[in-house]
């Protein structure tokens, strides 16, 4: 679970530095309504994947999503530890 804490740094890079040479880069650019859009998409890739009951597949379009989402959250200036701290306070 360290490296996607060590993910959100590099996005957080991204977003500051904004590459020339990055698909990241680009989705910052792109502003909240790209990133959403490869969001929504990622999460239909998922719904397929686990309908579809291939492992392999959903751990891929998983892995997707996870990334878009974590590029949503540094462009609305939430991290990973909000998200933790929410699902905390649900089941404590």
Same mark, same amino acid.
């Given at each position: 679970m360290d490296f996607l804490l060590q993910l959100e740094q590099i996005l957080k890079?991204?977003?500051?530095?904004?590459? =020339?040479?990055?698909?990241? #880069?680009?989705?910052?650019?792109?502003?909240?309504?790209? !990133?959403?859009?490869? /969001?929504? =998409?990622?999460?239909?890739?998922?719904? !397929? #994947? #686990?309908?579809?009951?291939?492992?392999? =597949?959903?751990?891929? =379009?998983? #892995?997707?999503?996870?990334?878009?989402?974590?590029?949503?959250?540094?462009?609305?200036?939430? @991290?990973?530890?909000?998200? /933790?701290?929410?699902?905390?306070?649900?089941? @404590?």
């Amino acid at each position: 679970m360290d490296f996607l804490l060590q993910l959100e740094q590099i996005l957080k890079k991204r977003k500051q530095e904004l590459p =020339e040479k990055s698909y990241t #880069a680009d989705l910052f650019r792109g502003g909240v309504d790209r !990133i959403l859009k490869k /969001v929504g =998409e990622e999460a239909g890739e998922v719904i !397929i #994947a #686990a309908k579809n009951a291939d492992k392999k =597949e959903l751990t891929h =379009e998983s #892995a997707d999503l996870l990334f878009h989402l974590q590029v949503l959250l540094v462009e609305r200036g939430l @991290s990973l530890s909000d998200i /933790v701290e929410e699902l905390k306070k649900r089941h @404590s």
